[in-house]
T-cell receptor, first 113, second 118 residues
Framework: KQEVTQIPAALSVPEGENLVLNCSFTDSAIYNLQWFRQDPGKGLTSLLLIQSSQREQTSGRLNASLDKSSGRSTLYIAASQPGDSATYLCAVNDAGGYNKLIFGAGTRLAVHP | DTGVSQDPRHKITKRGQNVTFRCDPISEHNRLYWYRQTLGQGPEFLTYFQNEAQLEKSRLLSDRFSAERPKGSFSTLEIQRTEQGDSAMYLC???FGRGYGPYNSPLHFGNGTRLTVT
């Protein structure tokens, strides 16, 4: 059974820092991995989707990498800003049910001025 | 693109009552998903539609839960005889996919319906 773990559970950093959020999954047979952002009381916003054949994806200050064989992904946020404060979730689309995502519990990020 | 719309945003109900939620996906999206999220956890998959066909259901979806997507447009999720353990955020998402293979386009989520069962 696929399990997704995110470390750390919470992170507080000063504005301007570069930071790394970690995601690990137990079964490497995945189709893709997706990173989302969730603001309090809101739905999820897709940030980056990495296909199983890809190693990384970039969007603006965000860069996500995927190492399928080791079951790991990282989300790198450059030059963090207070507006980046949110919960970041990773999810895998695996061979066990290819039209459903299995989510981690998220990393709650606070960027203070 | 007006995004995925969910109604109502909040619902408070007494234990034992029935509730129904509605989701309007992005118009050109043929795939629709329901997820449930409790505080401090990631969303858990409930069910998936491709057009009007319900193709996958989680074991989380007990016989008190039913979902429909008539005509392949909006969807409804009904919970009968609600229990306090049903209290959660119910999220709808949509995407576009060709054929029946794994989705490879990002999911677009609505803002959810928060259900509180007293």
């Amino acid at each position: 059974k696929q399990e997704v773990t995110q470390i750390p559970a919470a992170l507080s950093v000063p504005e301007g820092e570069n930071l790394v959020l970690n995601c690990s999954f137990t079964d490497s047979a995945i189709y893709n991995l997706q990173w989302f952002r969730q603001d309090p009381g809101k739905g999820l916003t897709s940030l980056l989707l990495i296909q199983s054949s890809q190693r990384e994806q970039t969007s603006g200050r965000l860069n996500a990498s995927l190492d399928k064989s080791s079951g790991r992904s990282t989300l790198y946020i450059a030059a963090s800003q207070p507006g980046d404060s949110a919960t970041y979730l990773c999810a895998v689309n695996d061979a066990g049910g290819y039209n459903k995502l299995i989510f981690g519990a998220g990393t709650r990020l606070a960027v203070h001025p | 693109d007006t995004g995925v719309s969910q109604d109502p945003r909040h619902k408070i109900t007494k234990r034992g009552q029935n509730v129904t939620f509605r989701c309007d996906p992005i118009s050109e999206h043929n795939r629709l998903y329901w997820y449930r999220q409790t505080l401090g956890q990631g969303p858990e998959f409930l069910t998936y539609f491709q057009n009007e066909a319900q193709l996958e259901k989680s074991r989380l979806l007990s016989d008190r839960f039913s979902a429909e997507r008539p005509k392949g447009s909006f969807s409804t999720l009904e919970i009968q005889r609600t229990e306090q353990g049903d209290s959660a955020m119910y999220l709808c998402a949509s995407s576009f996919g060709r054929g029946y293979g794994p989705y490879n386009s990002p999911l677009h989520f609505g803002n959810g319906t928060r259900l509180t069962v007293t």
